[in-house]
C-alpha cells in the first residue's frame, strides 16, 4: 500500500488498533507482546466497549504486520484503523 499504511509512524503519529480479546489478563499479555517490538514506545489500551482500542506510539517506523503477528501469536487478532480516506 504504501509507508503511511503499512507502518506506526514515529513520535506524534500514533496508530490505533481493534482487538478482538476483551479478558484484561489478555489485554496485558498483548500489550507486552507490542512492547517488545524494536521501536515501540507506548501502548495505551481504551477498554471501554467493544472492540477494545489498542494505541501505538513509536520512536522509530515500525511495520504494522510486526504489530499483527506479536497479537495473533497469542491467539487473537488485531486490526489497525485506516486514519486515511481517499
Known sequence: MGVLLDNVIPKNHSRTFDTNA????????????????KGVDTVELKTS?????????ASKMV???????AVNDLGFNIIPKQFLSF
Request: aromatic share 4%; hydrophobic share 45%.
Open 22 to 37: 476483551t479478558d484484561q489478563k489478555d489485554l496485558i499479555k498483548i500489550k507486552q507482546a507490542i512492547l517488545r517490538i
Open 49 to 57: 466497549g467493544f472492540p477494545v482500542r489498542i494505541t501505538v506510539t
Open 63 to 69: 511495520e504494522i504486520v510486526k504489530v499483527e503477528e
